[in-house]
């Protein structure tokens, strides 16, 4: 873990240099890269991005290729080193970068790394976030086009409190406490409103079963969203099951309910293949790794495009 939070933290203090350095913060990325990036550029070969690849925190998740969104190792041989990679944080656009060829490393798990061609040689990291260092999350899509990106928003956290609270009531859930994991605010289907996204979850540690499983009575984790005037839906909800065989090692009777502890973030809302149509990129923490996904909604409900995962 510790390893990764030091690259998170070089990724931070990059993107720090290059806001200090001026980048535009537009909503479409058009804006100009900042002149350290360039600088940058000019020192690397110029690759035609054959893939657009998606890094989520420095790992390839998988990306989008012939048409099709493919799984990382389906098209990490395609990427070969000086490709062009659009930089963001889950609110800005920062800039152009060429990233390296990808590497494998041993972090939360094995995965494909990309390493930005970019020095930062001075600065700290400039909290100019609008959100907690435990929901920031940085991402690059390596494609030669510019991109529809949506900044995600956040209003007053009571408003998402709401939210979750509404739907656990629904769900006849009322001893589940409420523990915000994150709330957002993003117009996901171009109708120019803005839909809620929310995620909470909630583990007593006296209800532990080892491992990452919890009893399922009073724990939980869910993604939920929220329309103007419409039902509040789950995105995504913990994984639940009895323990049957699992018993014996938790300790536990065959059929008690469990839950497998997870917290959901989103990543970013970005049309990462140029369609019209805006990806959703999560990503989901469980006990000894981390789970990406990628999805897209339409006509109110969530299709899963990719989903990729590094852990132990
Ligand atoms: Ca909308
Ligand atoms: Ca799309």
Same mark, same amino acid.
């Given at each position: 873990?510790? @390893?990764?939070?030091?690259?998170?933290?070089?990724?931070? /203090?990059? /993107?720090?240099?290059?806001?200090?350095?001026?980048?535009?913060?537009?909503?479409?990325?058009?804006?100009?890269?900042?002149?350290?990036?360039?600088? $940058?550029?000019?020192?690397?070969?110029?690759?035609?991005? %054959?893939?657009?690849?998606?890094?989520?925190?420095?790992?390839?998740?998988?990306?989008?290729?012939?048409?099709?969104?493919?799984?990382? %190792?389906?098209?990490?041989?395609? =990427?070969?080193?000086?490709?062009?990679?659009?930089? #963001?944080?889950?609110?800005?656009?920062?800039?152009?970068?060429?990233?390296?060829?990808?590497?494998?490393?041993? &972090?939360?798990?094995?995965? #494909?790394?990309?390493?930005?061609?970019?020095?930062? &040689?001075?600065?700290?990291?400039?909290?100019?976030?609008?959100?907690?260092?435990?929901?920031?999350?940085?991402?690059?899509?390596?494609?030669?086009?510019?991109?529809?990106?949506?900044?995600?928003?956040?209003?007053?956290?009571?408003?998402?409190?709401? =939210?979750?609270? @509404?739907?656990?009531?629904?769900?006849?859930?009322?001893? #589940?406490? =409420?523990?915000?994991?994150?709330?957002?605010?993003?117009?996901?289907?171009?109708?120019?409103?803005? $839909?809620?996204?929310?995620?909470?979850?909630?583990?007593?540690?006296?209800?532990?079963?080892?491992?990452?499983?919890?009893?399922?009575?009073?724990?939980?984790?869910?993604?939920? /969203?929220?329309?103007?005037?419409?039902?509040?839906?789950?995105?995504?909800?913990?994984? /639940?099951? @009895?323990?049957? $065989?699992?018993?014996?090692?938790?300790?536990?009777?065959?059929?008690?309910?469990?839950?497998?502890?997870?917290?959901?973030?989103?990543?970013?809302?970005?049309?990462?293949?140029?369609?019209?149509?805006? %990806?959703?990129?999560?990503? %989901? &923490?469980?006990?000894?790794?981390?789970?990406?996904? =990628?999805?897209?909604? &339409?006509?109110?409900?969530?299709?899963?495009?990719?989903?990729?995962?590094?852990?132990?």
């Amino acid at each position: 873990m510790e @390893k990764r939070y030091l690259r998170l933290f070089f990724i931070l /203090l990059f /993107l720090s240099v290059i806001i200090v350095n001026g980048c535009n913060k537009n909503t479409t990325d058009q804006s100009s890269t900042s002149p350290q990036v360039t600088k $940058e550029e000019t020192k690397s070969k110029n690759t035609i991005n %054959e893939v657009t690849s998606v890094i989520v925190d420095g790992l390839l998740i998988g990306g989008y290729y012939q048409g099709k969104w493919a799984q990382t %190792e389906d098209i990490v041989s395609k =990427i070969k080193g000086g490709e062009t990679y659009r930089m #963001y944080s889950s609110y800005e656009y920062y800039g152009n970068v060429k990233g390296k060829k990808p590497t494998i490393e041993d &972090e939360i798990g094995q995965g #494909y790394y990309i390493d930005f061609d970019v020095k930062s &040689e001075t600065g700290s990291p400039n909290q100019t976030e609008q959100g907690n260092e435990e929901e920031f999350s940085s991402f690059a899509i390596g494609t030669n086009s510019e991109l529809d990106f949506e900044p995600l928003i956040k209003k007053n956290r009571t408003f998402y409190e709401d =939210i979750m609270s @509404k739907y656990l009531k629904k769900k006849g859930l009322t001893n #589940y406490k =409420i523990n915000l994991t994150q709330g957002v605010s993003v117009d996901l289907d171009n109708d120019k409103k803005k $839909e809620h996204l929310v995620s909470s979850g909630h583990y007593n540690l006296t209800d532990t079963l080892g491992d990452g499983w919890y009893k399922a009575e009073n724990n939980y984790s869910l993604l939920v /969203l929220s329309r103007d005037n419409l039902d509040i839906t789950a995105v995504k909800e913990a994984v /639940l099951q @009895k323990a049957g $065989e699992m018993s014996e090692f938790l300790k536990v009777d065959q059929n008690t309910d469990m839950v497998f502890r997870s917290h959901y973030y989103i990543v970013g809302v970005i049309d990462i293949n140029n369609d019209g149509k805006k %990806e959703i990129i999560s990503r %989901e &923490e469980i006990q000894g790794g981390i789970l990406y996904s =990628i999805f897209q909604y &339409e006509n109110g409900t969530f299709q899963e495009l990719l989903t990729t995962g590094i852990g132990s």
